[in-house]
């Protein structure tokens, strides 16, 4: 079985730039998160969809952020502009309808904003 | 909001000594998990504990969910290099539709050979 997997694994962008990250989960996982861990911080949630819908998005930082997934597969989070506080290592989970706590963590996209 | 705490947020150990990290929530916890995240790596899932006062056992891994779901530990035995790496409880945070992981602020373990 094909785990989570995330593109690119590292992206080095100005501030103002724009980046589009990209999550494809476990095939028919139908829950997906994004997380974010900041300079060796705590994991933090940004948001949750179960298949193509935002179920919640409370952790996204602000509307510099815009995440989507498309027919409830893979999953993009893009930031417009790009600021040095959204440095970090973003990652991408998924997990089973029924296995919530079980979530499955892709290899994250390390962001540099310079 | 909800915030777990864990301690401590560092530590380095000799190999084949014990080592013991602790998570602690102001409130009543739904449930713990516990994951794993070795430097570079991304976080695995390691076990789930919902009972009051539930023990589970992995190998040399010990969890233990405290009888007032307000605390857990994680203890290993007799730790080897391959233990390397920060280790999180995370609580899953059911409210309306959601069910993201509150993750604790993590004990990064450092075992020297």
């Known amino acids: 079985e094909a785990g989570v997997t995330q593109f690119p694994s590292h992206s080095v962008i100005e501030k103002g730039q724009t980046v589009t990250l990209r999550c494809d989960p476990i095939?028919?996982?139908?829950?997906l998160y994004w997380y974010r861990r900041v300079m060796g911080k705590e994991i933090k949630f940004l948001l949750h969809?179960?298949?193509?819908?935002?179920?919640?998005e409370s952790g996204m930082p602000n509307n510099r952020f815009l995440a989507e997934r498309t027919g409830g597969t893979y999953s993009t989070l893009k930031v417009q502009p790009a600021e040095l506080e959204d440095s970090g290592v973003y990652f991408c989970?998924?997990?089973?309808?029924?296995?919530?706590?079980?979530?499955?963590f892709g290899p994250g996209t390390r962001l540099t904003v310079t | 909001g909800q915030q777990v705490m864990q301690i401590p947020q560092y530590q380095h150990v000799q190999e084949g000594e014990d080592f013991t990290t602790y998570c602690n929530s102001s409130?009543?916890?739904?449930?713990i998990q516990w994951y794993k995240q070795r430097p570079g790596g991304h976080p695995v899932f390691l076990i789930q504990l919902v009972k009051s006062g539930e023990v589970k056992k992995q190998k040399r891994l010990t969890f233990q969910f405290g009888e007032a779901k307000k605390n857990s530990s994680l203890h290993i035995t007799a730790t080897q290099t391959t233990d390397v790496g920060t280790y999180f409880c995370a609580e899953t945070a059911y409210g309306g539709a959601t069910n993201k992981l509150i993750f604790g602020t993590g004990t990064l373990l450092a075992v020297q050979p």
């Open positions: 409130t009543t916890l739904s449930n």
């Open positions: 969809f179960v298949k193509e819908s935002k179920q919640d």
């Open positions: 989970a998924s997990s089973q309808v029924y296995r919530v706590g079980e979530q499955y």
């Open positions: 095939s028919g996982h139908d829950n």
